[in-house]
């Protein structure tokens, strides 16, 4: 069953930086581009980041500049460099393969448990 385990989220200070980290279980992550996305409290889930196959990378606009998404095949893992946290990133962040773009989508239903990011003083 293919799974992702995301990990590396916690509570920081606005302007502050964390690494979140995306592990899949059950399927080599080689061949598929894999996305972040976030779902703040009342909001619909969005994609902010995604990074494909072949290492071409995508934002969208509201972390453009301030976050790095990045991949380590051997390690089945998707990384994502967070800085310059704001206080409208808090969220729970979550990977899965993706469609990068643009818009970066997905139509992958088994989500993971996510992990929380809270950016706050």
């Known amino acids: 069953q293919v799974q992702f385990v995301e990990s590396g989220g916690g509570l920081v200070q606005p302007g502050g930086s964390l690494r979140l980290s995306c592990r899949a279980s059950g399927f080599s992550l080689d061949y598929y581009a894999i996305g972040w996305f976030r779902q703040a409290p009342g909001k619909e889930r969005e994609g902010i980041s995604c990074i494909s196959e072949d290492g071409d990378t995508f934002y969208g606009d509201s972390v453009k500049g301030r976050f790095t998404i990045s991949r380590d095949n051997a390690k089945n893992t998707v990384y994502l460099q967070m800085n310059n946290l704001k206080r409208e990133d808090t969220a729970v962040y979550y990977c899965?393969?993706?469609?990068?773009?643009?818009?970066?989508?997905?139509?992958?239903?088994?989500w993971g448990q996510g992990t929380q990011v809270t950016v706050s003083s």
């Open positions: 899965a393969p993706s469609d990068c773009g643009a818009t970066i989508r997905t139509g992958f239903s088994n």
